[in-house]
């Protein structure tokens, strides 16, 4: 069983920066792609980004991309998205997500990933 535990979100101010950890409670985290979703209250869940199991390909939605950067330390069984100039429309519960798959490329689609977080909450404020 996967067991993923989000840390990080809290209150900030528009154009501040904050880093999500993802702690993974897993046997050989390295062989997973990982990725953060989020989630905007009436919102549908959208993808942010993912890292693939080697930390060699990362891939980002087109609103953060520039601003955020994900990264993983296998020696920690962890996985961190960097947020930087944060907006108002960052604010959403973020969620980290695992896959246990070998890809070049992370999964993009949420129907892909096997195993979630409960989620963290990010708020940005103007």
């Known amino acids: 069983q996967v067991q993923l535990v989000e840390s990080g979100g809290r209150l900030v101010q528009d154009g501040g920066s904050l880093r999500l950890s993802c702690a993974a409670s897993?046997?050989?985290?390295?062989?997973?792609?990982m990725g953060w979703f989020r989630q905007a209250p009436g919102k549908d869940r959208e993808f942010v980004a993912a890292?693939?199991?080697?930390?060699?390909?990362?891939d980002y939605a087109a609103s953060v991309k520039g601003r955020f950067t994900i990264s993983r330390d296998d020696a920690k069984n962890t996985v961190y998205l960097q947020m930087n100039s944060l907006k108002p429309e960052d604010t959403a519960v973020y969620y980290c997500?695992?896959?246990?798959?070998?890809?070049?490329?992370?999964?993009?689609?949420?129907?892909?990933?096997?195993?979630w977080g409960q989620g963290t909450q990010v708020t940005v404020s103007s």
């Open positions: 890292i693939n199991w080697s930390g060699g390909t990362a």
């Open positions: 997500t695992a896959d246990p798959v070998r890809g070049f490329y992370p999964p993009r689609s949420a129907v892909e990933y096997d195993y």
């Open positions: 897993v046997d050989e985290f390295s062989n997973y792609a």
